[in-house]
């Protein structure tokens, strides 16, 4: 089974109000989340935006303090690990990714007002099409949605 990689452009939106869009329609598909975050801060801040980001609703999800691992539907972490055999992995702030072949998806998430982040994710992009994963890249649009581009 090939990997799918996407790459996510954030151009109008931050990462906060994204990513609970995208981690709900994996929960949909009864697929298992890993997010790696570029730093434990970063993991922490995440993990208590998750709780509060709607008034109606909130994700299911653990880091390694929480314990029980290997039970969260959706697991955030800073390290390469994959404790509760996710799906589908997500690397946000510039994570450095681990081998991806394991997952049928992986998904980069960049800030497309950072140029040294642009940078990086055309280097993913060019590792991933050298790995021959399926690659797929989706930008922002000023509602808050997502159009695939060619």
Request: charged share 25%; net charge negative; with cysteine.
């Amino acid at each position: 089974m090939t990997v799918e990689v996407m790459f996510y452009h954030l151009m109008h939106r931050p990462l906060e109000s994204a990513l609970p869009q995208l981690l709900l329609k994996c929960l949909e598909r009864d697929w298992k989340v890993v997010v790696q975050t570029g730093s434990e801060e970063r993991c922490n801040a995440l993990d208590a935006h998750l709780w509060t980001f709607a008034d109606d609703s909130f994700l299911p999800h653990g880091t390694k303090t929480d314990g029980f691992a290997e039970h969260q539907p959706i697991y955030l972490t800073a390290e390469k690990d994959n404790p509760n055999n996710a799906d589908v992995r997500f690397l946000v702030d510039r994570a450095d990714p681990p081998q991806l072949s394991g997952y049928k998806r992986a998904i980069y998430m960049f800030d497309g007002n950072d140029q040294s982040a642009l940078e990086e994710a055309r280097n993913r992009w060019k590792e991933a099409k050298s790995e021959g994963f399926d690659i797929a890249y989706w930008q922002q649009t000023s509602a808050g949605g997502w159009e695939k581009k060619a």
